[in-house]
């Protein structure tokens, strides 16, 4: 199998999988307990907290664990209920639906631009505070891929998830600059100086320690700012050369993008149909995001970009990973042209 799904989650990292087995041995207890069991787990969590901090240049009681971006992401948009909230029309639906519910008029605002979107990879310009606004970003997809110090990117709020860095999915990480605005999403737990309520989940904190570990330890960003890239780019250069029909809907001409993400538009070929059939010779690629696969809506992201449904509709994402080789871009060219081919010919839409 060519794995090129890695930007919707990527597989358990070897190590991981270790530290959570030995997390579930030896850090089973409550970690809010005073004995000596949940003294250790309580360790754990705070080493975690220790690693993360370090990475994105923040201090260990500025990051809140939680269950994932999604939680981060809805815990933020909640905290500025009734306050004005704009987002860049790119981000997550975890942003979008949270604002929709809790948009007000009141100051100050809270801006939530991603720094890189998860379809495209693009570079989004972020807003810049002054004295009646905050900024959020979700830099799900930026960790472990550039670094970051979320200081000298000026952010009073930034999410994180561990399942894309390979740590186990159900666990992430919100940063809330020291005094800055702040509501839990979930009550009625000390946990967390009472800024998000429940039972430690030690074992996934554990995964996302050592996920974390993997990132510093192998400066992970450069791996994919270097080998991944040329990678991405190769691809994008053989489907344009080889493929007609076909456009990036990321710009791979300059270093600005994402490295691990190529999203490519093919006329008269509907994207979901180039996944399954691409599915059956064993490469796995996504349309969109994974999160809102299904729905038959043609990408907000692309809609946003292009204003045009048949790109957002033909569009497919490849996203690479650390485990991927040359011969993997070799594969997914000896089977992309034909099945493409194959769409075309039986579409109903003509190509221009
Ligand atoms: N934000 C972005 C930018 C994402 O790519 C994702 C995952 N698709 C999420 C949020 C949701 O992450 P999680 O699965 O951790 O809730």
Redesign the pocket.
Same mark, same amino acid.
Do not use: L, R, V, Y
């Given at each position: 199998m060519v794995y090129l799904d890695n930007?919707?989650t990527v597989p358990l990292l070897p190590s991981v999988r270790k530290a959570m087995h030995e997390a579930e041995e030896k850090f089973f207890a409550n970690a809010s307990a005073l004995h000596t069991p949940g003294h250790l787990a309580m360790n754990k969590i705070e080493e975690c907290r220790v690693v993360l901090a370090e990475m994105i240049g923040a201090e260990p009681g500025e990051i809140i664990f939680t269950s994932?971006? #999604?939680?981060s992401?809805n815990t933020v948009i909640r905290t500025f209920e009734g306050h004005v909230i704009e987002c860049s029309p790119m981000e997550?639906h *975890?942003i979008l639906e949270a604002a929709r519910l809790y948009h007000g008029d009141k100051l100050p605002k809270l801006y939530s631009y991603?720094l890189y979107n998860?379809e495209t990879g693009e570079k989004l310009e972020l807003p810049v505070r002054d004295d009646s606004s905050f900024v959020h970003s979700?830099l #799900?997809?930026t960790l472990g891929k550039v670094a970051i110090n979320v200081k000298d990117l000026g952010l009073d709020y930034a #999410?994180f *998830?561990a399942?894309?860095i390979g740590g186990p999915?159900g666990v992430?990480a919100l940063y809330v600059r020291n005094g800055m605005l702040f509501k839990p999403l979930l009550v009625g737990g000390n946990q967390e100086h009472k800024r998000r309520g429940g039972t430690y989940n030690t074992v996934a904190i554990a995964g996302f320690l050592a996920a974390l570990q993997y990132a510093r330890d192998n400066k992970t960003w450069d791996i994919y700012n270097q080998s991944v890239r040329k990678l991405r780019d190769a691809l994008a250069k053989r489907i344009l050369a080889e493929i007609p029909g076909s456009s990036l809907n990321t710009d791979v001409s300059h270093g600005e993008s994402l490295p691990n993400i190529l999203n490519v538009s093919f006329e008269a070929a509907e994207g979901e149909s180039i996944q399954l059939y691409l599915d059956a010779e064993g490469v796995v690629v996504s349309t969109g *995001?994974?999160?809102a696969a299904g729905d038959g809506k043609p990408s907000h992201v692309l809609m946003a970009k292009t204003g045009d449904a048949e790109i957002a509709h033909s569009s497919v994402r490849f996203s690479f990973g650390l485990d991927n080789t040359m011969a993997d871009v070799e594969r997914v060219m000896d089977v992309l042209p034909g099945v493409i081919d194959r769409l075309q010919k039986i579409s109903t839409i003509k190509r221009s």
């Open positions: 930007a919707a994932g971006a #999604t939680e992401n997550h *975890s991603m998860n979700d #799900t997809q #999410t *998830s399942h894309k999915i992430g *995001s994974a999160c």
